[in-house]
């Protein structure tokens, strides 16, 4: 209950933040323009899943399962970005994540949302600050269901039903991440 509530106060904090850069500008609203400027298809949680699939385990029969085909995906988590210019030196900064899933895991979809500004402290200077927050994102791995002929069926980590820990135990070590949720970059340029 806490995530959620949690995710709602960051939206509804972005979207004050969007307002406020839209209300204290009036006379930039006319002159707003969107750009492109980032396009990337995977993530550092896309990465961390293609490593869940090395490996595998051998079943009673003597038969191979590999775990990569539980974390391969034909889609990999895709991210486009944009920065609406409200004035000459700020901006709003906003983007999505489409998300990516597999047999065995989850990464949901993401939508980033901050701003940026800049100054110039001389003519051949500018001095620049952007503060980004993405929102979802987050990386679930999803459970098995193991036989254990004798002692049952039960849910299982997938990667360690094989092993010698307690079914039931494994289920612990089941990989639940988030994105990188905050970024900040200042960055100061000269040009001579």
């Known amino acids: 209950m806490r995530e959620r509530s949690g995710n709602r106060r960051n939206l509804r904090k972005a979207a004050l933040l969007a307002c406020a850069f839209l209300i204290a500008s009036p006379a930039a609203a006319q002159e707003i323009t969107t750009s492109f400027v980032d396009i990337h298809q995977g993530s ?12 595998g385990y051998e079943l009673q029969s003597g038969s191979w399962v590999p ?11 895709f991210h486009v970005d944009f920065l609406t210019q409200l004035t000459e030196n700020t901006g709003i900064l906003w983007g999505f994540g489409t998300g990516e899933q597999g047999e065995k895991y989850t990464i949901a979809p993401s939508l980033k949302l901050g701003f940026l500004t ?10 620049s600050l952007s503060v980004t927050s993405t929102i ?21 980590n997938c990667r360690l039903a094989a092993g010698q820990m307690a079914p039931e135990e494994t289920l612990k070590y089941l ?5 990188e949720t905050m970024h900040l970059w200042l960055n100061y340029r000269v040009t001579f």
């Open 136 to 156: 979802g994102g987050d990386l679930t791995e999803k459970p098995c269901t193991a036989d254990y002929g004798d002692l049952g069926t039960y849910s299982v």
């Open 175 to 179: 990989v639940n991440a988030k994105p």
């Open 44 to 55: 550092p949680l896309s990465d961390q899943v293609r490593g869940l699939g090395n490996g």
């Open 118 to 127: 800049q100054t110039h402290p001389n003519p051949n200077s500018t001095l």
């Open 67 to 77: 775990f990569n085909q539980w974390y391969h995906s034909n889609w990999v988590d």
